[in-house]
């Protein structure tokens, strides 16, 4: 069983920047693949970004590109999501998940899940 705790989100003006957290409880964080996944109101929810278990590898939706950074220290049990240059469109609850899948991006390959965090996005 793992436990995810989702920190950081808040309300922001467009173009700045906010840093989630994501503390996990397991033993063995550093043989889980860690993503983040956003959802806002009466949306499916989607995959942002995904740090791989093993090379730490990096993948992350177009949308967010060039703006996001995943990072993980295992050390800390812990995944980041750096985001900058922020809009509104990026309003939503995120979501820290894990899986031991290598299948990054897909949502339904993770199987735990945390509770999510709201950023909020003002224009």
């Known amino acids: 069983q793992v436990q995810l705790v989702e920190s950081g989100g808040g309300l922001v003006q467009g173009g700045g920047s906010l840093r989630l957290s994501c503390a996990a409880s397991a033993r063995t964080f550093s043989s889980y693949t860690m993503g983040w996944f956003r959802q806002a109101p009466g949306k499916e929810r989607e995959f942002v970004a995904a740090v791989s278990r093993t090379t730490g590898n990096t993948v992350y939706a177009d949308s967010v590109k060039g703006r996001f950074t995943i990072s993980r220290d295992n050390a800390d049990n812990t995944v980041y999501l750096q985001m900058n240059s922020l809009k509104p469109e990026d309003t939503a609850v995120y979501l820290c998940?894990?899986?031991?899948?290598?299948?990054?991006?897909?949502?339904?390959?993770?199987?735990?899940w945390g509770q999510g965090t709201q950023v909020t996005v003002t224009s």
């Open positions: 998940a894990c899986t031991r899948s290598s299948r990054l991006s897909a949502t339904d390959e993770y199987g735990y």
